[in-house]
């Protein structure tokens, strides 16, 4: 099945279409924000967090699944940004993940790189290690391990605010990071001038086929 497109508002003008993993991508390099407004197909407007808010389609996003039964508190669309420290391996994520709350563990499942393709997985934090939780904007940092001892940090975009503080407020082991712990808020970079550029840039590299295909007839 095809993928919707979506334009987005910027300056007064229409730019795009582009699909939904697209937009995430823009989202998670921080080229667009979770205010910017889209228009859809049908000339609907919602914003980035609205799209990323919804489910995405299965065929797109299918990791694998376990036999095992567990109580699914809540789900959350993020991407991971970051893990520093020794502990539990998590996979170098790409793009949009799962991060699904569970009653034993915060279960993380989205696409790495894997030789030449792309292979689906997951990891499971259990709640019990996770003893540190804080929230910069949309960002969760999590800290696994045991208290007084190093810990394994490991950065989540929940892409709101909303989102990020509702996490963080869930896992019953973590407590408030120290002040002097947590990394300093990052300035989002906005995509405006970027997106803006992209219309441009392909017109410009049209000119130059043209004037150099000329130049080459001249020639002979």
Known sequence: ????????????????????????????????????VLIDSDGLQLSVADLIGRAARSNDFNPNRTGGFSIVQATYP????????????????RGEVEARLQNDALRVAGRFRHGFGWKEGRVKLPLGEIIRAGTRGSRVELGLGREGQAVQRITLELFTADAATELAGKLPSALPWPEDAMPSAQVARTGSHYLLWVPVLGVAAVVVVVLAVLMSRRMY
């Not at 919707?4 to 921080?30: A, E, N, W």
């Not at 991971?80 to 996979?91: C, D, M, N, Q, R």
């Open 1 to 36: 099945m095809q993928q919707p497109l979506f334009h987005v508002m910027l300056g007064g003008r229409k730019v795009g279409p582009y699909d939904r993993r697209t937009i995430v991508g823009m989202r998670i390099k921080q080229t667009l924000t979770s205010e910017h």
């Open 78 to 93: 993020a991407s991971l940004t970051g893990v520093s420290g020794k502990g539990i391996a998590v996979p170098r994520f």
